[in-house]
C-alpha cells in the first residue's frame, strides 16, 4: 500500500510540474496495470485532447467545478449550427467567441489553427471552460457525458449560479425553443 500511496503522489507530482513549466508542452498519460507479483508496470498513450486521462481519485475534486451550461441547439453539421449561431448573434446582441477555433473540413473536427501557439493543442479541439455570456460550438460530451460524441452544441453561456442560466435560457426561448440548460463538472485544471 505504501507504493500506491508514492506512486499516486508521484503522479500527482509529474501532472503539478507539467502545468508550471512552459517549456515542457507534453500531456502524456499514464495507465497503471499490476502483474501477478504487484509490481506496477506502465503504460504510456497518446495524448489526449480533452482532459487528462486519469481517474476522479487522483485528481484532486478542487480541479473540477459546477456550472450550468446554456445550450441552443446540438447537432452534427457544423455549418447549419455556424448559420444558426450567427442568427442568434444579430437577434439577441450575443458575442461570438470562438476561442481562434475553425472547422477542419479534412478531421472533421473543430479546431485551433495548425500553427496556433499553443503547441500541444495547435490543429485540435480545446473546449471553452470559463463562466461567460457568449456563443460558441462546442463538443457536447465535454459538458455533458453521456452525449454521443462529435455532437456538436451551440453554447450561449457558461454560468456559476442557476439562477443566471435560467434566465438567459428564458430569453433564448423565445427564439430558440430547442434550447435547454444543465450542469455541467467541468475539468479547470492545467490542460498541458
Do not use: W
Request: with cysteine; hydrophobic share 40%; aromatic share 10%.
Amino acid at each position: 500500500m505504501i507504493r500506491i500511496g508514492a506512486f499516486s503522489f508521484a503522479i500527482f507530482g509529474i501532472f503539478l510540474c507539467s502545468c508550471t513549466s512552459n517549456k515542457v508542452k507534453e500531456n502524456i498519460t499514464t495507465t497503471a496495470t499490476t502483474s501477478k507479483d504487484y509490481k506496477p508496470t506502465f503504460i504510456v498513450d497518446e495524448p489526449k485532447a480533452i482532459a487528462p486521462e486519469v481517474t476522479d481519485s487522483v485528481i484532486p475534486a478542487e480541479e473540477y467545478a459546477d456550472y450550468f451550461v446554456v445550450v441552443v441547439d446540438t447537432g452534427f453539421n457544423y455549418a447549419a449550427l455556424r448559420t444558426q449561431m450567427l442568427k442568434i448573434s444579430n437577434e439577441l446582441g450575443l458575442p461570438i467567441d470562438t476561442l481562434g477555433r475553425t472547422f477542419d473540413q479534412k478531421k472533421n473536427l473543430i479546431a485551433l489553427p495548425e500553427d496556433d501557439e499553443d503547441e500541444l493543442y495547435a490543429g485540435d479541439y480545446f473546449p471553452r471552460r470559463n463562466p461567460g455570456e457568449n456563443l460558441s460550438l462546442e463538443y457536447l460530451d465535454f459538458y455533458q457525458k453521456s452525449a454521443v460524441e462529435k455532437r456538436i452544441a451551440i453554447l450561449s453561456g457558461i454560468y456559476e449560479h442557476k439562477k443566471s442560466a435560467d434566465s438567459a435560457l428564458k430569453i433564448l426561448k423565445r427564439i430558440a425553443p430547442k434550447a435547454f440548460s444543465l450542469k455541467a463538472k467541468i475539468f479547470m485544471g492545467c490542460m498541458h
